[in-house]
Protein backbone atom coordinates (compact mmCIF):
# COMPACT_ATOMS: atom_id res chain seq x y z
CA UNK A 1 0.00 0.00 0.00
CA UNK A 2 1.14 3.31 -0.52
CA UNK A 3 0.67 6.47 1.91
CA UNK A 4 -2.91 7.39 0.59
CA UNK A 5 -4.13 3.84 0.58
CA UNK A 6 -2.50 3.42 4.51
CA UNK A 7 -4.36 6.46 5.21
CA UNK A 8 -8.23 6.34 3.51
CA UNK A 9 -8.29 2.66 5.13
CA UNK A 10 -6.68 3.62 8.02
CA UNK A 11 -9.20 6.26 8.85
CA UNK A 12 -11.66 4.11 7.95
CA UNK A 13 -11.45 1.04 10.30
CA UNK A 14 -9.74 -0.47 7.46
CA UNK A 15 -7.28 -3.64 7.48
CA UNK A 16 -4.26 -1.70 6.50
CA UNK A 17 -1.24 -3.44 5.72
CA UNK A 18 -0.21 -0.92 8.31
CA UNK A 19 -0.48 1.88 9.83
CA UNK A 20 1.09 5.43 8.34
CA UNK A 21 3.99 6.75 9.63
CA UNK A 22 3.95 10.15 9.25
CA UNK A 23 6.30 12.97 11.23
CA UNK A 24 5.33 16.59 11.30
CA UNK A 25 8.15 17.77 9.24
CA UNK A 26 12.13 17.72 11.11
CA UNK A 27 13.33 21.32 10.57
CA UNK A 28 16.70 22.24 8.97
CA UNK A 29 18.43 23.22 12.62
CA UNK A 30 17.21 19.38 14.14
CA UNK A 31 18.94 17.49 10.82
CA UNK A 32 21.89 20.05 11.61
CA UNK A 33 22.39 18.94 14.88
CA UNK A 34 21.32 15.28 14.19
CA UNK A 35 24.11 14.90 11.92
CA UNK A 36 26.74 15.90 14.22
CA UNK A 37 25.15 13.06 16.17
CA UNK A 38 25.50 10.72 13.38
CA UNK A 39 22.59 10.66 10.85
CA UNK A 40 24.01 9.66 8.10
CA UNK A 41 24.47 12.20 5.17
CA UNK A 42 22.46 11.98 2.06
CA UNK A 43 19.24 10.38 2.65
CA UNK A 44 16.50 11.91 4.25
CA UNK A 45 14.56 10.96 7.48
CA UNK A 46 12.24 9.57 5.33
CA UNK A 47 13.76 7.12 3.46
CA UNK A 48 15.87 6.33 6.98
CA UNK A 49 12.46 5.17 8.75
CA UNK A 50 10.04 4.08 5.84
CA UNK A 51 8.25 7.27 6.83
CA UNK A 52 4.98 7.90 4.54
CA UNK A 53 5.39 11.18 2.36
CA UNK A 54 2.05 13.34 3.02
CA UNK A 55 1.04 16.04 0.79
CA UNK A 56 0.12 19.03 2.87
CA UNK A 57 -1.46 21.78 1.24
CA UNK A 58 -1.93 25.06 2.74
CA UNK A 59 -3.68 28.36 0.45
CA UNK A 60 -2.90 31.36 2.00
CA UNK A 61 -6.02 32.61 4.21
CA UNK A 62 -4.37 35.66 5.75
CA UNK A 63 -5.93 38.86 4.43
CA UNK A 64 -4.06 40.65 2.07
CA UNK A 65 -0.93 42.54 3.39
CA UNK A 66 -2.69 46.00 2.28
CA UNK A 67 -5.11 45.40 5.13
CA UNK A 68 -3.57 47.15 8.21
CA UNK A 69 -6.14 47.42 10.55
CA UNK A 70 -8.46 44.29 12.13
CA UNK A 71 -12.18 45.55 12.19
CA UNK A 72 -12.98 47.28 15.45
CA UNK A 73 -16.23 48.99 13.91
CA UNK A 74 -18.21 48.68 11.03
CA UNK A 75 -17.06 50.77 8.49
CA UNK A 76 -13.51 48.44 8.59
CA UNK A 77 -15.55 45.75 7.33
CA UNK A 78 -15.27 46.40 3.50
CA UNK A 79 -11.18 46.49 4.57
CA UNK A 80 -11.44 43.27 5.41
CA UNK A 81 -13.64 41.80 2.43
CA UNK A 82 -11.29 43.58 -0.16
CA UNK A 83 -8.47 42.01 1.45
CA UNK A 84 -10.14 38.36 1.49
CA UNK A 85 -10.32 38.12 -2.23
CA UNK A 86 -10.38 34.19 -3.52
CA UNK A 87 -9.37 35.08 -6.83
CA UNK A 88 -5.74 36.60 -6.10
CA UNK A 89 -3.99 33.48 -7.78
CA UNK A 90 -1.08 33.83 -4.91
CA UNK A 91 -3.38 32.26 -3.00
CA UNK A 92 -2.98 29.20 -3.69
CA UNK A 93 0.66 27.21 -3.36
CA UNK A 94 3.13 27.64 -5.39
CA UNK A 95 3.67 24.89 -7.92
CA UNK A 96 -0.04 24.26 -7.65
CA UNK A 97 -0.39 23.60 -11.70
CA UNK A 98 2.17 21.28 -11.61
CA UNK A 99 1.42 19.65 -8.44
CA UNK A 100 -2.33 19.47 -10.00
CA UNK A 101 -0.90 17.60 -13.01
CA UNK A 102 1.43 15.44 -11.51
CA UNK A 103 0.85 11.48 -12.21
CA UNK A 104 2.25 10.85 -8.64
CA UNK A 105 0.14 13.32 -6.38
CA UNK A 106 -2.40 10.61 -5.08
CA UNK A 107 0.27 8.33 -4.27
CA UNK A 108 0.83 10.25 -0.72
CA UNK A 109 -1.94 11.17 1.35
CA UNK A 110 -3.68 15.03 0.62
CA UNK A 111 -4.54 17.18 3.62
CA UNK A 112 -5.67 20.47 3.09
CA UNK A 113 -5.70 23.19 5.50
CA UNK A 114 -9.08 25.26 5.85
CA UNK A 115 -9.32 27.43 8.65
CA UNK A 116 -6.40 28.81 11.01
CA UNK A 117 -9.06 28.93 14.12
CA UNK A 118 -11.59 31.09 15.72
CA UNK A 119 -8.64 34.04 17.06
CA UNK A 120 -6.13 33.64 14.04
CA UNK A 121 -8.93 34.43 12.06
CA UNK A 122 -9.68 37.62 13.76
CA UNK A 123 -6.45 38.37 13.96
CA UNK A 124 -5.09 37.77 16.96
CA UNK A 125 -1.28 37.59 16.97
CA UNK A 126 -0.81 39.32 20.43
CA UNK A 127 -2.32 40.12 23.38
CA UNK A 128 -3.48 43.82 22.09
CA UNK A 129 -5.55 42.19 19.52
CA UNK A 130 -6.75 39.37 22.12
CA UNK A 131 -7.82 42.18 24.83
CA UNK A 132 -9.77 44.06 21.92
CA UNK A 133 -11.85 40.70 20.79
CA UNK A 134 -12.83 39.93 24.01
CA UNK A 135 -14.20 43.11 24.14
CA UNK A 136 -16.05 42.98 20.89
CA UNK A 137 -17.36 39.43 21.90
CA UNK A 138 -19.12 40.92 24.66
CA UNK A 139 -19.91 44.34 23.44
CA UNK A 140 -20.46 44.16 19.45
CA UNK A 141 -21.12 40.86 18.70
CA UNK A 142 -23.02 41.62 15.78
CA UNK A 143 -19.60 42.96 14.11
CA UNK A 144 -17.91 40.09 14.99
CA UNK A 145 -20.25 37.92 13.04
CA UNK A 146 -20.21 40.08 10.45
CA UNK A 147 -15.82 39.71 9.70
CA UNK A 148 -16.55 35.96 10.37
CA UNK A 149 -19.12 35.74 7.94
CA UNK A 150 -16.81 37.47 5.36
CA UNK A 151 -14.24 35.29 6.40
CA UNK A 152 -16.27 32.23 5.66
CA UNK A 153 -17.60 33.58 2.28
CA UNK A 154 -13.92 33.86 1.15
CA UNK A 155 -12.31 30.80 2.82
CA UNK A 156 -15.44 28.72 0.99
CA UNK A 157 -14.56 30.19 -2.25
CA UNK A 158 -10.98 29.69 -1.99
CA UNK A 159 -11.19 26.15 -1.06
CA UNK A 160 -13.61 25.15 -3.88
CA UNK A 161 -10.99 25.93 -6.55
CA UNK A 162 -8.66 23.54 -4.44
CA UNK A 163 -11.14 20.95 -4.24
CA UNK A 164 -12.03 21.28 -7.88
CA UNK A 165 -8.56 21.20 -8.98
CA UNK A 166 -7.72 17.69 -6.45
CA UNK A 167 -9.39 15.07 -4.15
CA UNK A 168 -7.95 15.74 -0.45
CA UNK A 169 -7.98 12.57 1.79
CA UNK A 170 -8.54 14.72 4.62
CA UNK A 171 -9.67 18.46 5.87
CA UNK A 172 -7.53 20.17 9.06
CA UNK A 173 -9.29 23.06 10.87
CA UNK A 174 -6.84 24.31 13.29
CA UNK A 175 -7.68 25.80 16.41
CA UNK A 176 -5.20 27.23 18.94
CA UNK A 177 -7.66 28.32 21.28
CA UNK A 178 -6.64 27.13 24.44
CA UNK A 179 -3.98 26.51 27.11
CA UNK A 180 -3.40 24.00 29.80
CA UNK A 181 -6.18 24.52 31.82
CA UNK A 182 -8.90 25.05 28.94
CA UNK A 183 -10.40 26.78 25.94
CA UNK A 184 -9.76 30.61 26.63
CA UNK A 185 -13.77 31.10 25.64
CA UNK A 186 -16.64 28.83 26.91
CA UNK A 187 -17.70 25.90 24.58
CA UNK A 188 -21.10 28.14 24.48
CA UNK A 189 -19.21 31.48 22.88
CA UNK A 190 -17.08 28.28 20.69
CA UNK A 191 -20.53 27.72 19.25
CA UNK A 192 -21.95 30.80 18.86
CA UNK A 193 -19.43 32.76 16.67
CA UNK A 194 -16.94 29.89 15.68
CA UNK A 195 -19.73 27.83 13.83
CA UNK A 196 -20.30 31.16 11.50
CA UNK A 197 -17.05 30.33 9.86
CA UNK A 198 -16.99 26.85 9.97
CA UNK A 199 -20.41 25.72 8.45
CA UNK A 200 -19.60 27.13 5.01
CA UNK A 201 -16.67 25.35 4.74
CA UNK A 202 -18.37 21.95 6.53
CA UNK A 203 -20.41 22.17 3.67
CA UNK A 204 -18.61 22.28 0.96
CA UNK A 205 -16.29 19.39 2.11
CA UNK A 206 -19.43 17.73 2.18
CA UNK A 207 -20.24 18.63 -1.09
CA UNK A 208 -17.20 17.45 -2.34
CA UNK A 209 -17.10 13.86 -0.23
CA UNK A 210 -14.14 14.43 1.89
CA UNK A 211 -14.60 11.72 4.61
CA UNK A 212 -11.41 12.71 7.53
CA UNK A 213 -12.72 16.33 8.74
CA UNK A 214 -9.96 16.73 11.58
CA UNK A 215 -10.44 19.20 14.12
CA UNK A 216 -6.63 20.33 15.00
CA UNK A 217 -6.24 21.26 18.96
CA UNK A 218 -3.56 22.79 20.85
CA UNK A 219 -3.38 22.01 24.14
CA UNK A 220 -6.54 21.32 26.66
CA UNK A 221 -9.30 21.68 23.94
CA UNK A 222 -11.53 18.69 25.66
CA UNK A 223 -14.17 20.31 26.31
CA UNK A 224 -14.75 21.53 22.87
CA UNK A 225 -14.68 18.20 21.33
CA UNK A 226 -18.57 17.92 21.30
CA UNK A 227 -19.04 20.64 19.90
CA UNK A 228 -16.81 19.64 17.37
CA UNK A 229 -18.51 16.29 16.74
CA UNK A 230 -21.80 17.76 16.60
CA UNK A 231 -20.55 20.05 13.57
CA UNK A 232 -19.59 17.31 11.40
CA UNK A 233 -15.93 16.57 13.02
CA UNK A 234 -14.77 12.83 13.04
CA UNK A 235 -11.22 13.12 13.51
CA UNK A 236 -9.18 14.67 16.48
CA UNK A 237 -5.54 15.61 16.38
CA UNK A 238 -4.38 16.64 19.66
CA UNK A 239 -1.12 18.94 19.58
CA UNK A 240 1.23 20.14 22.34
CA UNK A 241 -1.05 18.52 25.16
CA UNK A 242 -0.26 18.35 28.70
CA UNK A 243 0.53 15.14 30.73
CA UNK A 244 -2.74 14.21 32.16
CA UNK A 245 -4.88 16.38 29.69
CA UNK A 246 -6.67 15.35 26.36
CA UNK A 247 -6.18 11.33 27.27
CA UNK A 248 -6.63 9.38 24.05
CA UNK A 249 -7.58 6.31 25.63
CA UNK A 250 -10.32 8.16 27.25
CA UNK A 251 -11.68 9.62 24.49
CA UNK A 252 -12.07 6.42 22.84
CA UNK A 253 -13.96 5.35 25.14
CA UNK A 254 -16.28 8.10 25.33
CA UNK A 255 -16.71 8.93 22.15
CA UNK A 256 -15.87 5.39 20.14
CA UNK A 257 -15.50 5.04 16.25
CA UNK A 258 -17.41 8.42 16.11
CA UNK A 259 -13.66 9.74 16.54
CA UNK A 260 -10.30 8.79 15.02
CA UNK A 261 -7.57 10.19 16.14
CA UNK A 262 -4.18 11.42 15.01
CA UNK A 263 -1.07 12.03 17.08
CA UNK A 264 -1.48 10.82 21.23
CA UNK A 265 2.56 10.25 21.83
CA UNK A 266 4.00 12.88 24.63
CA UNK A 267 6.72 14.67 21.95
CA UNK A 268 8.44 16.03 25.56
CA UNK A 269 9.20 12.40 26.50
CA UNK A 270 11.60 12.06 23.34
CA UNK A 271 14.34 13.97 25.27
CA UNK A 272 14.08 11.48 27.79
CA UNK A 273 15.96 8.17 28.35
CA UNK A 274 15.02 4.71 26.45
CA UNK A 275 13.12 3.23 29.36
CA UNK A 276 10.57 6.44 29.61
CA UNK A 277 10.44 6.58 25.63
CA UNK A 278 9.34 2.83 25.53
CA UNK A 279 6.43 3.35 28.82
CA UNK A 280 4.72 6.05 26.93
CA UNK A 281 4.52 4.22 23.24
CA UNK A 282 3.42 0.64 24.71
CA UNK A 283 1.17 1.97 27.37
CA UNK A 284 -0.59 4.62 24.43
CA UNK A 285 -0.47 2.42 21.25
CA UNK A 286 -1.23 -0.60 21.37
CA UNK A 287 -4.91 -0.53 22.54
CA UNK A 288 -5.58 2.40 20.14
CA UNK A 289 -3.79 0.29 17.09
CA UNK A 290 -5.92 -2.40 17.76
CA UNK A 291 -9.59 -0.87 18.19
CA UNK A 292 -8.48 0.86 14.39
CA UNK A 293 -9.29 4.53 13.27
CA UNK A 294 -5.90 5.68 14.74
CA UNK A 295 -2.38 7.45 13.71
CA UNK A 296 0.68 7.07 16.29
CA UNK A 297 2.31 10.16 16.10
CA UNK A 298 4.11 12.55 18.51
CA UNK A 299 1.94 15.21 19.62
CA UNK A 300 4.52 18.12 18.33
CA UNK A 301 7.23 19.30 15.98
CA UNK A 302 10.66 17.46 16.78
CA UNK A 303 12.63 20.17 18.60
CA UNK A 304 16.78 20.01 18.35
CA UNK A 305 16.51 18.82 21.95
CA UNK A 306 15.41 15.81 21.07
CA UNK A 307 18.90 13.57 20.59
CA UNK A 308 19.47 11.45 17.52
CA UNK A 309 19.75 7.97 19.00
CA UNK A 310 16.07 8.76 20.92
CA UNK A 311 14.66 9.38 17.43
CA UNK A 312 16.56 6.22 16.04
CA UNK A 313 14.85 4.78 19.42
CA UNK A 314 11.51 5.93 19.25
CA UNK A 315 10.89 5.13 15.60
CA UNK A 316 12.38 1.62 15.80
CA UNK A 317 10.04 0.44 19.08
CA UNK A 318 7.16 2.38 16.90
CA UNK A 319 7.57 0.02 13.81
CA UNK A 320 8.33 -2.90 16.36
CA UNK A 321 4.75 -1.95 18.24
CA UNK A 322 2.83 -1.72 14.92
CA UNK A 323 4.19 -5.00 13.43
CA UNK A 324 3.11 -6.77 16.63
CA UNK A 325 6.76 -7.55 17.39
CA UNK A 326 7.65 -6.24 20.87
Known amino acids: MNSRQRFRETMSFGQPDRVPFFEEGIRDDVLKAWKKQGMPSGVSVEELFSIDRRADIQPELEPHPDLTKWPTE ?19 PAGWTEFVHSPSRYENAITLRVH ?3 FQTLGVAGWKRFEELIYLFKDDPELVQAALEIQAHFAAQLMQKVLSDVEVDAAIF ?15 MFEQFAKISYRPVLDLLNRYGVETIIFRTYANAGILVPVAL ?15 TMDYEVMRREYGRDLRLIGGIDVDVLRQDEETIRREVELKVPSLLEEGGFVPLADGRIRDYVPYENYVFYRSLLTKVVSGDF
Open 174 to 188: SEPISDNNGPLISPQ
Open 116 to 118: RGL
Open 74 to 92: RSDLAALERGLDANDPWRL
Open 230 to 244: KWGFNCLWACEVYPG
